[in-house]
T-cell receptor
Framework: KQEVTQIPAALSVPEGENLVLNCSFTDSAIYNLQWFRQDPGKGLTSLLLIQSSQREQTSGRLNASLDKSSGRSTLYIAASQPGDSATYLCAVRGTSGTYKYIFGTGTRLKVLA | DADVTQTPRNRITKTGKRIMLECSQTKGHDRMYWYRQDPGLGLRLIYYSFDVKDINKGEISDGYSVSRQAQAKFSLSLESAIPNQTALYFC?????????????FGSGTRLTVV
């Protein structure tokens, strides 16, 4: 059974710092992995999607990497801003069985001005 | 207006009551989903629908039922609410395979069962 873990659960950094959020998964047989952002009182917004054949994806100040063999993905945020404060979730889709994403519990990020 | 609208935004209900959470979308997407989010457990899939006549159970469907009234509407019902159904509920849509096209999420319904 796939399990997705995100550590740390919460993180505070000063504005301008580069930071890395971690996502670990137990079954390397994945179809793809997505990173989402969740703001209080709002739904989830998809940030980046990495297919199993890819090593990384970039969008603006965000870079997500994927290492299937080690069961890890990282989300790198460059030059963090207070507007980046949110909860970041990763979700993994397996290769077999019924369509389903398994979500991590998220990392709550606070960027201090 | 939001692309995916959930009503109500917040609801407090008593144990044993029947409650319906509604979701409507203006995206024109065929696929719709209901998730619940609990602290420390992440989002878990309750039900999903690929079109009006195709409804499927997710990983935690017990105690829930759904109705796809139209392409744009997907409702989640709790026939007899219990306290451990207290959670944040999200509706989401996708135009096809979500892993290719991505999701659009609603803003969520915070349900408290007392």
């Amino acid at each position: 059974k796939q399990e997705v873990t995100q550590i740390p659960a919460a993180l505070s950094v000063p504005e301008g710092e580069n930071l890395v959020l971690n996502c670990s998964f137990t079954d390397s047989a994945i179809y793809n992995l997505q990173w989402f952002r969740q703001d209080p009182g709002k739904g989830l917004t998809s940030l980046l999607l990495i297919q199993s054949s890819q090593r990384e994806q970039t969008s603006g100040r965000l870079n997500a990497s994927l290492d299937k063999s080690s069961g890890r993905s990282t989300l790198y945020i460059a030059a963090s801003q207070p507007g980046d404060s949110a909860t970041y979730l990763c979700a993994v889709r397996g290769t077999s069985g019924t369509y389903k994403y398994i979500f991590g519990t998220g990392t709550r990020l606070k960027v201090l001005a | 207006d939001a692309d995916v609208t959930q009503t109500p935004r917040n609801r407090i209900t008593k144990t044993g009551k029947r409650i319906m959470l509604e979701c409507s979308q203006t995206k024109g997407h065929d696929r719709m989903y209901w998730y619940r989010q609990d602290p420390g457990l992440g989002l878990r899939l309750i039900y999903y629908s690929f079109d009006v006549k195709d409804i499927n159970k997710g990983e935690i469907s017990d105690g829930y039922s759904v109705s796809r009234q139209a392409q744009a509407k997907f409702s989640l019902s709790l026939e007899s609410a219990i306290p451990n159904q207290t959670a944040l509920y999200f509706c989401a849509t996708s135009p096809g395979e979500a892993s290719i096209y991505g999701y659009t999420f609603g803003s969520g319904t915070r349900l408290t069962v007392v």
